[in-house]
């Protein structure tokens, strides 16, 4: 099993940035694309961002593409989610997970192990 936590979660005024970190444990996560999801009330979980973990693919939705970067730190099993210039419409509850395809997904279903989510707000 792999254990995946996030953290970093807050409020921001449009403009602002946070990074979100999501550490992972149990097993590593070598084998394994680290995605980025966020999922808005009322709305359906969406994808934002991919890594492998091995590497250096990335793939970003067009919506976060120049105001996001996806990024991991091996040595401490930790994705991060750097969040720049975010707006309104970033609002949202940010999941991170995993999957073991070859090839990183955008779509949710791919993935096999998810976090709790960590609440993102971002007021005009």
């Known amino acids: 099993q792999l254990q995946l936590v996030e953290s970093g979660g807050g409020s921001v005024q449009a403009g602002g940035s946070l990074r979100l970190s999501c550490v992972a444990s149990?097993?590593?996560?070598?084998?394994?694309?680290m995605g980025w999801f966020r999922q808005a009330p009322g709305k359906e979980r969406e994808f934002v961002a991919v890594i492998r973990w091995t590497g250096f693919r990335t793939v970003y939705a067009d919506s976060v593409k120049g105001r996001f970067t996806i990024s991991r730190e091996t040595a401490k099993n930790t994705v991060y989610l750097q969040m720049n210039s975010l707006l309104p419409e970033d609002t949202g509850v940010y999941y991170c997970?995993?999957?073991?395809?070859?090839?990183?997904?955008?779509?949710?279903?791919?993935?096999?192990?998810w976090g709790q989510g960590t609440q993102v707000t971002v007021s005009s």
């Open positions: 149990g097993r590593t996560p070598s084998a394994y694309n």
């Open positions: 997970a995993a999957d073991s395809a070859v090839m990183p997904s955008t779509t949710s279903d791919a993935y096999d192990y």
